[in-house]
């Protein structure tokens, strides 16, 4: 069972949106809200699962009033909207889907699969968009980040840290190679690095981290960095800062090239 808060100004608009989870039996609606204050109050007290919250709101947005919550409290989030300008905002606020008024049958039922399919890992700590829940105690070989949830287009996929060939910074985010697919995670560099096992990954540059075992050959350069060719002939280059670490990964290596 899914607890959903219906969150507009509009009550055509919120009993249109009630009307429609009204037939889907695995949903529960526990509230709903006019404006982003009593919304606020009432996500707090609540705590549902998902909601569905207008974006133009007067005194505060929805996109506001869901900055105003604290990650751990978010919940997932289909936003409801008259334009179409909110996409990355409503991204970096982990929304699994936005939906065009006046809305379309369709889509609502396709927003809402979209939810049941990222509900477990919400309950979990785990928004859409981001790595998977950071670990306890990384001195625990079964606590490192072995799954990340990103999104690809409007719909939610799973990639396995195993499957990761090498990571690179883009921005505020992070781009995830696997094979010839790249998928945009809202992690910084530092972060994805204490949370990958150091025995699999390691960092060797600013701006990059390899897979270890997809680590074919070494060149040492003249200013004491490096260049790395990977096992499908990717060059990434290694800085000096971090080239000590990596050969020591490397030590242990059978047939490695170096």
């Known amino acids: ?4 808060a219906v969150i507009d100004d509009e009550p055509l608009a919120r009993s249109g949106v009630i009307t429609r989870l009204a037939a889907h039996p ?20 609540l705590a549902p699962d998902l909601v569905f919250i207008d974006v133009q709101m007067p005194g505060m947005t929805g996109l506001e009033a869901l900055a105003a919550l604290e990650p751990e409290q978010r919940p997932l989030a289909v936003l409801l909207t008259a334009y179409e300008n909110f996409a990355v905002r409503a ?6 889907d936005y939906l065009l008024k006046p809305i379309d049958d369709e889509r609502f039922a396709e927003a809402l699969e979209r939810a049941r399919q990222a509900h477990p890992y919400r309950r979990g700590g785990l928004p859409p968009g981001t790595a998977a829940a950071p670990p306890s105690h990384n001195d625990d070989e079964n606590s490192w980040l072995t799954r990340f949830v990103v999104r690809v287009g409007r719909r939610v ?4 840290a195993a499957e990761v060939e090498w990571i690179q910074a883009d921005g505020d985010y992070a781009t995830l190679h696997v094979g010839d697919r790249g998928y945009l995670l809202r992690e910084s560099m530092g972060r994805l690095s204490r949370r990958l096992d150091p025995a699999q990954f390691v960092r060797v540059h600013r701006s990059t981290i390899v897979r270890v075992d997809c680590v074919a050959e070494l060149q040492p350069l003249s200013n004491r960095d490096a260049m ?4 499908d002939g990717t060059p990434v280059r290694a800085s000096r800062t971090y080239i000590e670490p990596l050969q020591e ?8 090239i170096g």
């Open 1 to 4: 069972m899914m607890r959903v």
């Open 26 to 45: 695995d949903i529960q609606v526990v509230g709903e809200f006019a404006d982003g204050p009593s919304a606020l109050a009432g996500i707090s007290a």
């Open 91 to 96: 991204f970096e606020l982990h929304a699994v």
């Open 157 to 160: 996929a799973f990639v396995e």
């Open 228 to 231: 790395l060719r990977l096992r």
């Open 249 to 256: 990964r490397l030590r242990g290596r059978v047939g490695f």
